[in-house]
């Protein structure tokens, strides 16, 4: 499957994703991926800003986001 999905709210998405790439500044409220310690820069956690442009390379299966958007391409 090709293609992928732009996320711009703060709804739960779920999907089979190899990479994010965040389309503005953006912050991730929950994830769920292959990605050790991930959820440490989660908004209640470290609430980091991932910059415009930013790729996250794994395999997620959820997105949450607080603020921002992102491209969740598909495996």
């Not at 609430?47 to 921002?68: P, Q």
Request: charged share 10%; proline share 0%; hydrophobic share 40%.
């Amino acid at each position: 499957m090709n293609g992928g999905a732009y996320i711009n709210d703060t709804a739960t998405h779920t999907g089979s994703w190899f990479a994010i790439q965040a389309t503005e500044d953006t912050v991730l409220a929950t994830q769920a991926s292959n990605i050790d310690n991930l959820d440490d820069i989660c908004t209640g956690q470290d609430a980091t800003t991932l910059a415009a442009n930013t790729v996250i390379y794994g395999s997620f299966t959820s997105i949450d986001l607080t603020s921002g958007a992102v491209i969740a391409y598909n495996i």
